[in-house]
């Protein structure tokens, strides 16, 4: 599986973006799917993931309520609607494709994207 990411730039406080992950390949369908940010000088975190089916979904604290994860099997993408942006989301947002796990545990996922920068103005 081969994922990029896009829909990253800047945005002021408050605003919204959608983040974008495509991906190949036949079997999107049967893999997790998680995304992850980096901000410079900090470790990876984890920010939201749904499952193979979309039943389940899971997400940060720090996102809970202004982000919504979600993915559209028939396009073999999924998608990170991110609202209410504060300063404190800029980081390169990455997506993952897990084929045995949904959750938080970055080093758990076997595909990665390149990311993609989000950048909030105050």
């Known amino acids: 599986v081969q994922l990029q990411a896009s829909g990253g730039g800047l945005v002021q406080a408050g605003g919204s973006l959608r983040l974008s992950c495509a991906a190949s390949?036949?079997?999107?369908?049967?893999?997790?799917m998680g995304w992850f940010r980096q901000a410079p000088g900090k470790e990876r975190e984890f920010v939201a993931a749904?499952?193979?089916?979309?039943?389940?979904?899971y997400y940060a604290d720090s996102v809970k309520g202004r982000f919504t994860i979600s993915r559209d099997n028939a396009k073999n993408t999924a998608y990170l609607q991110m609202n209410s942006l504060k300063p404190e989301d800029t980081a390169v947002y990455y997506c993952?494709?897990?084929?045995?796990?949904?959750?938080?545990?970055?080093?758990?996922?076997?595909?990665w994207g390149q990311g993609t920068l989000v950048t909030v103005s105050s």
């Open positions: 390949g036949r079997t999107f369908s049967s893999y997790a």
């Open positions: 993952a494709a897990g084929i045995r796990y949904t959750g938080s545990d970055y080093s758990r996922y076997d595909y």
């Open positions: 749904i499952s193979w089916f979309a039943g389940n979904t």
